[in-house]
């Protein structure tokens, strides 16, 4: 895909939600914008980013998408379906040291509604914080082997 000349240079290097952000604020026009809404399809294709139900759980999977232990993981898994829904039980873990229950709930909802009792199950694996040991146990083990 090559990027249209009118296209600010570092259009190329935003994240999903922040290419989101640029096509709802209206930033972008004409082959700028029609670029960006087929890289936001590009990039929802590759199912990281799962379902956000809120802007501030948007962030927060994004910032997790850049941790040693989801890049542990997604190194020792690869690019899994239910990669997006661990990940949102990293999250959760974090907001529930946060203490952020009404968060954790909705995250909880939506999942149960799109997944059912199948994506709860692997959405607590996510929070209950022992595949960062897992992860770690298994990086080990492949340096070894």
């Known amino acids: 895909m090559t990027i249209p000349i009118d296209t600010p240079p570092d259009l190329f290097e935003k994240t999903l939600p922040e290419l989101l952000k640029l096509v709802a604020l209206q930033k972008l026009t004409g082959k ?27 962030s927060g999977l994004q910032i997790i998408s850049k941790s040693e232990s989801y ?11 239910y990669l997006g829904l661990i990940k949102l039980g990293f999250r959760a873990d974090e907001l529930n040291e946060q203490g952020n229950t009404a968060a ?18 692997i959405l607590t694996m996510g929070t209950t914080g022992i595949l960062i040991g897992i992860i770690q146990y298994l990086r080990v083990y492949r340096k070894i082997t």
């Open 71 to 81: 890049r542990r993981m997604r190194e020792c898994i690869g690019n899994h379906r």
């Open 104 to 121: 954790i709930a909705r995250i909880k909802a939506k999942v149960y509604e799109k997944h059912g009792v199948e994506g709860i199950r």
């Open 32 to 58: 700028a914008l029609e670029w960006a809404k087929q890289r936001i399809k590009e990039l929802w294709d590759k199912k990281e980013y799962g379902f956000t139900p809120e802007p501030e759980v948007a």
